[in-house]
């Protein structure tokens, strides 16, 4: 996530992060940030990033990326909402 939104901000994009309070000291906050979400639980994150968002790409991750991922795509089938789901495969990962 960090080199994605590295790579946005060096090319003029703007980009809001989302992180758990408990991960705060564990990893490196990013910087240059346009807006940063720090949340108590992954459920309150999980929400933050469907209300900011207009639809969902899954990259390389671990659990909690496929878990959020596979709620906004249930959310998706309920009808909730019609925004779009979808993994990226990168070098066939």
Do not use: Y
């Not at 994605?4 to 989302?18: C, I, K, P, Q, Y």
């Not at 209300?51 to 496929?66: D, K, R, V, Y």
């Amino acid at each position: 996530m960090v080199a994605m939104a590295d790579s946005t901000l060096a090319n003029g994009g703007h980009v809001t992060g989302m992180l758990h309070k408990s991960l705060l000291d564990r990893e490196i906050a990013q910087t240059g940030l346009g807006k940063r979400h720090i949340v108590d639980n992954m459920h309150r994150g999980t929400n933050v990033i469907a209300e900011l968002s207009s639809g969902f790409i899954a990259l390389s991750g671990g659990a909690g990326t496929a878990e959020e991922l596979f709620e906004q795509w249930t959310l998706a089938q309920s009808g909730i909402h019609n925004k779009s789901c979808a993994f990226l495969n990168v070098k066939h990962f």
